[in-house]
């Protein structure tokens, strides 16, 4: 039964348990052994935050009689535990939190005791106000430190006000610490070392030499000797530069500090074995203590060395950067795919005529008795040469078509006919093996050079990073603390728009904090939404990245058919998501009709997809698609029509690479958006001239191919009926444009495809 209890309330048996240690620490604490406002400060403080009256007096009252079991000082505990209990009565019979006022005034008049017994004379009553003024300003203190710890937690980072109050609570309670003794022995120094020691391997170095200053100081206040406080601070100092060794080093530094200032510099008033022994058993306890304590107190803490956001940063750059390496991979293999059937190339036949001229008289003519003088004389050669001209273009040559000059002098004129038909094809096999080679020598350059500029850009993606506002970084991170969630780190990354991530570190219990929400609003005045939530290495934390979130959002209407019903369409279509708030709509068509312009559209396609989601500029995309598809042997044309839409800001972008026109309707007006330009694959050197559109919420954008545009009289008639068409869904709209076109036709003479696009406001519920 009892165990039950203990497990059911073991939580509160802890909280009270440390809420009483800190009380007996505090009721031993006097500023120059006279004035003591900290225990009774700390009482009304944690009345006023909520503790359970009945049991925070009760403990108040045995930590007071334990440094003063007098009458007087049992009158006194009873004044103020009256009044605390009185006042926590009051409030919770009328079922409201306690006023803060209300408190106060309760703290005023719980002092009636302390002043009956302090005001003697004349100084005692100066010492008594002082004490009284300095509890109000204790309960301030404490008011703050502990409000921020019950509300957001031992994990919370600090606000500045906050860290100034903990900083005195921690003076105050290290002045009470320097009562703290067994058998006469002070324990001061060995608690403080021990603290030191912790905090050397769970706090930032910075943090651990903090916290043994305060200490330090919090004692020296207490006795009045500032030589203890140098102490500490030294205790900080070792224990910190030894902190990235094993606890053995660090232990064994701490103990000959501590000797070293007994023994050799005399700083303590007596200091023999007993010192060295104490001293030896913390550092024992400190070896024993097993890491998954250390690990705990770490995870509790925000005070670390890591910096887990710039990790978040560089092993999400790497993974971007992998993701960018495995899409050009793919790209490669695309290219490689593409012109791996393609070939052209073209050979001088005026050489090849001279170099098969001399072949023919070198091998033919050579057992005749004439040979030499066919070499001397250049006109039989010249003769010999006219005539292969004449049978490259004839394919074949007779008798007939030989000179007089060889028929009056070849006395195998027959034979030396055969001999250059056959040399002749010969050179057209030749011809065709080496065109092939030297087609894809020309297509292996032009690879190259799209290559070189695909990594060029990428280089500059790894360059151009994004820059770290550390203003807003520290405004976003007070925001959070005063909402009360519990966060350790904040990076705001700004791009040329202005804020593009936020990331944080919060703890896990706080992911869902309706007060991280509010402090994005109110530092940015911006709506985010969360994109990215991963666990730290470190327990108990998690990393959220967040970025604004879209004003727009889309709804779209895509219809189709072909030319010829059951074949294949020569128009393929794309909507694919490139980023959070980008959508890519396209249209290729292919040259013709059919399986093959269907093949051709849909690699033009595939690639353009793949390049955009790997983040090339459009630039470098339409330049390098175009040279797969430049006509090697046959023709592979395909127009591009393509629109990149962004939520963020409402703006649209167009490339039209001999596509159509396409249509902006707003409300009763439209808009056209035309280019002038070749399809792809026919010439190289293509650069894209895009066209930035900003819409209005309501906007609707119809991207069509020529099938569907040329079936109108012409583009004014196109854009008329568009704007004329009520738009009470997308793809209903879609559905009409496309049924208007079969209507107007009489018989289909084209693919034809239609995509609409309605930029609607954003809503959570999206």
Request: glycine share 6%; hydrophobic share 45%; aromatic share 10%.
């Amino acid at each position: 039964m009892a165990k039950n209890i203990f497990i059911k309330y073991k939580k509160e048996i802890a909280t009270y348990t440390v809420l009483f240690l800190i009380m007996t620490l505090l009721n031993g604490a006097k500023i120059m052994n006279k004035i003591n406002p900290f225990g009774v400060a700390f009482l009304f403080s944690m009345v006023h935050l909520g503790k359970n009256g009945f049991v925070i007096s009760l403990l108040y009252f045995l930590s007071k009689v334990l440094f003063d079991f007098s009458f007087q000082g049992i009158i006194i505990a009873v004044n103020h535990i009256s009044v605390s209990i009185l006042l926590f009565l009051i409030y919770k019979c009328l079922k409201k939190p306690i006023n803060l006022i209300a408190t106060i005034i309760a703290l005023f008049f719980s002092q009636v005791g302390y002043a009956y017994f302090n005001i003697s004379s004349v100084g005692e009553i100066l010492a008594t106000i002082v004490c009284i003024i300095a509890g109000l300003l204790f309960f301030y203190v404490c008011i703050i430190s502990f409000g921020a710890v019950f509300f957001r937690g031992l994990q919370s980072r600090f606000t500045i006000d906050e860290s100034i109050c903990f900083s005195i609570f921690i003076i105050a309670l290290a002045s009470g610490l320097n009562r703290v003794s067994i058998w006469g022995f002070s324990l001061t120094n060995v608690i403080v070392a021990l603290v030191v020691l912790l905090c050397s391997k769970t706090f930032t170095k910075m943090a651990t030499i903090y916290l043994a200053s305060l200490l330090g100081l919090g004692i020296a206040v207490s006795s009045g000797n500032i030589t203890t406080m140098a102490i500490f601070v030294v205790y900080g100092i070792v224990c910190t530069a030894f902190s990235d060794k094993n606890k053995v080093v660090s232990s064994l530094c701490l103990l000959i500090t501590d000797v070293v200032f007994g023994l050799f510099f005399n700083a303590y008033a007596y200091y023999d074995y007993v010192n060295i022994i104490a001293m030896s058993v913390v550092g024992i306890v400190f070896i024993l203590l097993p890491q998954k304590i250390l690990d705990k107190i770490k995870g509790y803490s925000y005070s670390y060395d890591a910096n887990l956001t710039n990790e978040f940063i560089i092993m999400g750059q790497k993974e971007l950067l992998k993701q960018k390496i495995s899409k050009i991979a793919e790209l490669f293999k695309q290219m490689q795919f593409s012109y791996r059937n393609l070939s052209v190339g073209e050979i001088d036949k005026e050489n090849a005529c001279s170099v098969l001229c001399e072949e023919i008289i070198s091998s033919h003519c050579k057992e005749c008795p004439k040979h030499n003088e066919c070499l001397e004389n250049q006109k039989i050669k010249e003769a010999i040469h006219q005539l292969l001209m004449f049978c490259l273009e004839k394919k074949k040559v007779t008798l007939l078509d030989a000179n007089n000059l060889i028929t009056t002098n070849c006395i195998s004129l027959s034979s030396m006919i055969g001999e250059v038909n056959q040399a002749v094809n010969s050179y057209y096999e030749y011809e065709k093996k080496i065109k092939n080679e030297d087609a894809n020598k020309m297509i292996i350059a032009e690879h190259l050079a799209g290559t070189s500029e695909l990594f060029n850009e990428l280089g500059r993606f790894i360059a151009d990073g994004n820059i770290v506002n550390e203003k807003k970084s520290k405004l976003l991170l007070d925001e959070l603390t005063i909402n009360k969630v519990v966060v350790s780190e904040t990076l705001v990354l700004e791009g040329q728009n202005g804020v593009e991530t936020v990331l944080i570190v919060v703890r896990n219990s706080d992911v869902l904090s309706t007060g991280i929400m509010e402090s994005l609003r109110s530092v940015f005045r911006l709506d985010f939404i969360n994109v990215v939530r991963k666990m730290t290495r470190l327990s108990g934390w998690s990393i959220l990245s967040f970025i604004p979130a879209p004003r727009y959002s889309l709804s779209v209407g895509v219809s189709g058919s072909a030319k010829e019903d059951g074949a294949f369409s020569g128009d393929t279509y794309s909507l694919t998501k490139i980023s959070e708030t980008k959508m890519l709509f396209a249209i290729a068509d292919g040259m013709g009709h059919g399986k093959r312009a269907n093949e051709i559209s849909t690699v033009a396609l595939s690639l353009v997809e793949n390049f955009y989601r790997a983040g090339f500029s459009s630039k470098t995309i339409i330049s390098s698609v175009n040279k797969i598809l430049l006509p090697i042997g046959e023709e592979n044309f395909t127009t591009l029509d393509v629109c990149v839409v962004d939520t963020s800001n409402g703006t649209a972008d167009f490339i039209k690479i001999g596509a159509s026109v396409s249509v902006i309707k707003s409300q009763n007006q439209s808009v056209m958006v035309s280019s002038d330009s070749l399809p792809l694959g026919i010439v190289g050197g293509v650069s894209p001239v895009g066209q930035k559109k900003v819409l209005k919420c309501g906007d609707v954008i119809v991207l069509a191919s020529d099938g569907v545009v040329d079936a109108f009289d012409n583009f004014e008639d196109y854009v008329g009926y568009v704007n004329n068409e009520n738009v009470i869904s997308t793809q209903m709209l879609a559905d009409n444009i496309l049924e208007e076109v079969m209507f107007r036709e009489k018989q289909h003479k084209d693919d034809k495809t239609v995509i609409t696009i309605k930029l609607n406001q954003f809503s959570k519920t999206n």
